[in-house]
């Protein structure tokens, strides 16, 4: 499946892509996460981006940011929710704990994950 035979379905995607594994650190995972989030929802997506999300929540809170499972714990009410996972294929996707175990759960639960080429 590729991201065009998503079009026109409605629902949730939920776009991945690397954190903690991210080359050039996590504020900039964050930032490329929500450029790569808009792009998808300015082709008509309806888009939830957990790097996108909850990178500021975790810079005020006292968990640690790079806490796997407690953040992995809130993603999961959201990859529920998904009709798909896009897995961004940010440097770092191939090592990354956090979409290894995304994509298996959307496995899992026999969701399409869909790979897409990062942006320019």
Known sequence: MTLDDLRGV????????PYTS????????????????EHLMSE??????????FHPIARVSKVDET???FWLQRCRPFM????????????????SRGIAEE????QAAGKPVVEMEPLP
């Open 10 to 17: 409605r629902g949730l995607i939920y776009a991945a892509s």
């Open 22 to 37: 991210y080359i050039w650190g996590r504020s900039s995972a964050a930032y490329d996460a929500t450029r790569h989030a």
């Open 44 to 53: 008509g997506f309806e888009v939830f981006s957990p790097v996108s999300y």
């Open 67 to 69: 806490a796997h499972d």
């Open 80 to 95: 529920d929710a998904a009709i798909a996972l896009v897995i961004v294929k940010l440097p770092g996707w191939e090592i």
């Open 103 to 106: 994509a298996a759960y959307f």
